[in-house]
């Protein structure tokens, strides 16, 4: 091949649709490519004028647009534009013109239709929009991993074994016994049909019973677990992987309605799970001492490689590394009883951020706060709360969770109130949305209360769902500060990136990615009442509400996803690589398919911030607070 042509072939055979193309087909598309140059300013394309060429911009770009005169889009380097009007009467159907020097691959239509006819990559690439790459990549990825196309009954080997509640501990010993089964199922028969009403386990057994020497004609009901967390039926395994790590159990009955399909147990997961983050929460519980966590965190970050390399989705990771966690802030909790002696009253240990949201990865420092029963007296009672709450946090420092440098943390007095202080801090925030108000709705809308009276929590969930949802004048206000941050996306389609500083020539896909989404995602999830906490979860509840059109909601779940997976590998390879994973891309280092689809996906962060402004009437965004 001649020098100037392999020049060309090596870079469209950086980008989509030519990266995947099989070689015979790449090599007819360079064969017949003709060459154009553009001055900034000229037309490449009128409206309706015949058209024989797809284009592919070595240099420059490109403004798109709609048959209105609208702008429609803008494309670069890498990027096709012309395929519409060649796929429908050979009509320029969106003109095209450059608004810088443009140097331009024109690929003629018959190689264009043989492609279309032959390779079906480039025929679903060339069909569908920006928005509709985006949702196809992260389709793809997801049908890849079986976690994620496989129905938890997938795991049911056999019928579930069940007895009365009525049954006493030697009998329902020797059930589990000759059916082989590690946890039995009990049924509440006083109805016309019988009713999961609790379970018992191997462990239910040993600490429970043998542990206290009970007689083996005590009532099973008397040490049964009530208030049982199930799965449907129609779930998918990752989902059973995630409510065991969010909820720290070890068998989930399966349900149909009202009826039991069966149980699944944590080894039936492991078998699919290979990624040992469910075995690594459990060995968090069997430590005696800080020591010990802070041998087993050294497992988190190969826990989070290992999932990136199978090919989890970010939901999966960023659930999988939350309830890592959020189980070892549990288990420094159960230690700092220990040590320190029941609490004095009741209280609530809550999780705030990205823990709460279940979109924690292994670059996180600590965000948490104590809920107090108000029957707390701070000369009475506070001296007990500030050391259980230093011994937590000195303890998730020694695991790797830093400080947080906000300190947003249960060892600040202000973060350690009784429940009545707390209502009043959330209504003080709804109703006088200043900005150091602003700025704690931010953090502390995100909660999930993760130990003791989980009760305080909901509460303020409910209170903050009522009020917020209420308040358009806090709506506004909320709205104008997820204003703040962009984007890193420039006038054509260009990564912006950092201009000074050790991050110099980077962009960083937290601070400009995932956190804006977040911010928008939180606003409509409070106007539209959603007591959800993760940001997927607040999308299928807007959804629903039609605040936002059912396309609308799966761009931003597909923007959210795809910048989220982004992220997670530049920090998985780090990790892997031997460096200190962070949140700062250098664009040369992602691929060109990423640097392709993370342009469409925060295109659509754009357009989104563009909609919320107009929704909450939130023009003139305030600075940054």
């Known amino acids: 091949m001649q020098a100037e042509l392999l020049d060309i072939r090596n870079h469209i055979a950086q980008y989509p649709p030519f990266n995947d193309m099989p070689e015979e087909l790449l090599e007819r598309v360079v064969s017949g ?16 004028q015949t058209n024989h060429w797809l284009h592919y911009i070595r240099s420059g770009a490109v403004e798109i647009f709609r048959r209105s005169g609208e702008l429609y889009n803008r494309v670069g380097e890498g990027e096709i534009f012309g395929q519409f009007g060649l796929m429908m009467n050979k009509k320029v ?7 810088e020097d443009c140097l331009i691959y024109k690929i003629p239509d018959t190689t264009f239709q043989h492609l279309w006819e032959t390779d079906e990559n480039f025929a679903d690439f060339v069909e569908i929009e920006d928005r509709s790459r985006l949702r196809s990549a992260v389709s793809r990825r997801e049908k ?33 016994t000759d059916n ?6 009990l049924m509440d028969e006083s109805g016309e049909r019988p009713k999961l009403q609790g379970i018992i386990t191997d462990r239910d057994l040993r600490t429970r019973a043998v542990t206290h ?53 944590l080894s039936d997961i ?18 005696n001492d800080v020591k010990g966590l802070k041998r087993i965190s050294l497992e988190v970050r190969d826990s989070f490689v290992r999932m990136v390399n199978e090919d989890a989705n970010s939901h999966m990771i960023g659930s999988a590394m939350a309830g890592i966690g959020r189980s070892f802030s549990q288990r420094l909790l159960e230690l700092g009883e220990e040590k320190l002696g029941p609490p004095p009253v009741p209280y609530c240990f809550m999780a705030l951020g990205s823990m709460a949201r279940d979109e924690q990865l292994v670059v996180t420092d600590q965000d948490n706060a104590m809920v107090l029963d108000d029957s707390f007296i701070p ?12 011994f937590v946090s000195d303890g998730l420092a020694e695991c790797g969770y830093t400080y947080c440098t906000g300190d947003i943390m249960a060892t600040n007095p202000k973060w350690r109130q009784p429940l009545s202080v707390w209502k009043g801090y959330f209504t003080d925030w709804i109703e006088n949305p200043k900005a150091e108000a602003l700025l704690n709705s931010n953090i502390f809308f995100d909660l999930d209360g993760i130990y003791g009276q989980t009760d305080f929590t909901e509460q303020l969930k409910t209170l903050i769902v009522e009020k917020a949802s209420g308040s358009q004048r806090f709506l506004t206000f909320l709205a104008r500060n997820a204003l703040n941050r962009t984007p890193p996306l420039g006038f054509f389609r260009t990564f912006v990136l950092e201009e000074d500083g050790k991050h110099q020539k980077t ?20 106007g539209c009442g959603s007591r959800s906490q993760n940001s997927f979860e607040r999308l299928k509840d807007i959804a629903k509400t039609k605040l936002l059109l059912e396309d609308d909601a799966g761009n931003l779940r597909d923007a959210l996803e795809f910048i989220s997976i982004v992220r997670i590998r530049h920090q998985a390879l780090a990790i892997e690589e031997g460096r200190e994973p962070d949140n700062n891309v250098r664009p040369e280092d992602l691929s060109p398919f990423e640097r392709s689809h993370l342009k469409d996906a925060f295109q659509i962060v754009s357009n989104a911030q563009k909609f919320l402004r107009f929704r909450y009437n939130a023009g003139g965004a305030t600075r940054n607070v």
Do not use: C, W
Request: hydrophobic share 45%; proline share 4%.
């Open 270 to 287: 492991v078998k699919y799970e290979s990624q040992s983050s469910l075995y690594l929460v459990s060995n968090i519980y069997h430590q």
């Open 33 to 48: 490519i003709e060459v154009a140059y553009y001055r900034a300013g000229t037309q490449i394309l009128e409206l309706g």
């Open 213 to 265: 020497a009970l007689a083996s004609e005590t009532p099973i009901s008397d040490i049964m677990s009530e208030g049982l967390i199930t799965i449907s039926a129609r779930s998918f395994i990752f989902e059973a992987m995630l409510t065991m790590l969010h909820n720290n159990v070890h068998h989930l009955p399966v349900m149909e309605g009202d009826e039991v399909r069966g149980v699944i147990a």
């Open 507 to 526: 962009f960083n896909l937290k601070r400009r990615g995932t956190a804006p989404l977040s911010d928008l995602i939180r606003v409509h999830a409070l």
């Open 180 to 185: 082989g089964v590690s946890a039995l199922l």
């Open 144 to 176: 890849s991993n079986e976690l994620m196309t496989a129905k938890v009954t997938r795991l049911i080997s056999r019928e579930p074994v069940s007895a009365p509640t009525t049954v006493r501990l030697q009998e329902a010993a020797r059930i589990m």
């Open 93 to 99: 159907r969106f003109p095209a013109k450059a608004i």
């Open 379 to 390: 000369e009475e009672h506070d001296e007990y709360f500030l050391a259980l709450a230093k």
